[in-house]
């Protein structure tokens, strides 16, 4: 485990979800070659398997931003990253950083942080009063349809607005990025034509997709210092698996999640 306390407020925080990606489709995908760039980033290379606390979006960034993150998909009390403070915690240890906030947002805000949201799906739409609770967490927030669900070009424009919000801010002032990707949730078939359904291969064509779109980021936070970078999906989805389809369901696709935490810098470039 990163000892997060150490690293608060020195560097940028960067939380990126891969709305609905399925852990399987992720690791198969990375061994397939099939994502170069994010195989770049992996620690040792692969994904690790985690527990989500949620099985839809809502619910599961509501969960990463009290700093349930998902959790390692083996037995044991597993130390959190961020926790808020709160009796009776088992799962914070020396190296949490521990906020007094009632959410992750807030308490890197309160230590400085400017926290930044680039939507993608629709519970960041803003569209109606429960599309603005996840993003009304942060100091600003940005979401249209080119960077939503429909878009085929989605990633490329979630990456260049998150560069140039990140452009605007002079580099000793500390971020905390969150963009939530949304190529991976349905219709992720926009990116494997001719398909018309969505299925694991039309998802892994997404993720290979998103893979191309991300360098630019990564090297502006380099550029920018060191990052401390959380890429997780939210949750799995299911496609046809013992006769289920979609998600906020419990089934086993939906619950594993691929999950990576590391330190991003210059010299990892």
């Known amino acids: 485990m990163i000892n997060v306390r150490q690293l608060i407020p020195s560097h940028d925080v960067v939380l990126i979800t891969l709305d609905t990606l399925r852990y399987d489709v992720a690791e198969q995908a990375n061994n397939a070659g099939k994502t170069p760039f994010l195989t770049s980033l ?44 709160f009796p009776g915690s088992e799962t914070t240890s020396e190296q949490t950083f521990v906020f007094e906030e009632a959410n992750l947002v807030h308490g890197l805000a309160a230590r400085g942080y400017h926290t930044i949201c680039i939507g993608g799906v629709g519970f960041f739409n803003r569209l109606s009063p429960l599309g603005c609770v996840l993003p009304d967490l942060f100091q600003e927030s940005h979401w249209s349809e080119e960077l939503g669900v429909t878009s085929r070009h989605s990633t490329e424009r979630q990456v260049a607005l998150a560069c140039e919000r990140l452009r605007a801010l002079d580099n000793s002032q500390r971020a905390f ?62 496609y046809g698996e013992a006769g289920y389809w979609g998600h906020r369901l419990a089934h086993e696709c939906v619950w594993n999640v691929p999950y990576a935490e590391f330190v991003h810098s210059a010299r990892d470039l």
């Open 177 to 238: 990025l969150f963009i939530n990707i949304s190529a991976l949730h349905q219709p992720n078939c926009i990116f494997a034509p001719p398909a018309q359904e969505d299925s694991p291969a039309t998802q892994a064509a997404a993720l290979a997709y998103v893979d191309r779109q991300l360098p630019p980021l990564f090297d502006l936070l380099a550029q920018r210092g060191p990052s401390l970078c959380i890429l997780t999906s939210d949750h799995g989805t299911a």
């Open 42 to 85: 992996l620690p040792g290379g692969h994904w690790e398997q985690r527990h989500s606390p949620g099985n839809f979006t809502f619910a599961a960034h509501q969960g990463f931003f009290a700093g349930f993150l998902p959790t390692p998909a083996t037995p044991g009390k597993h130390a959190r990253l961020f926790a808020a403070r």
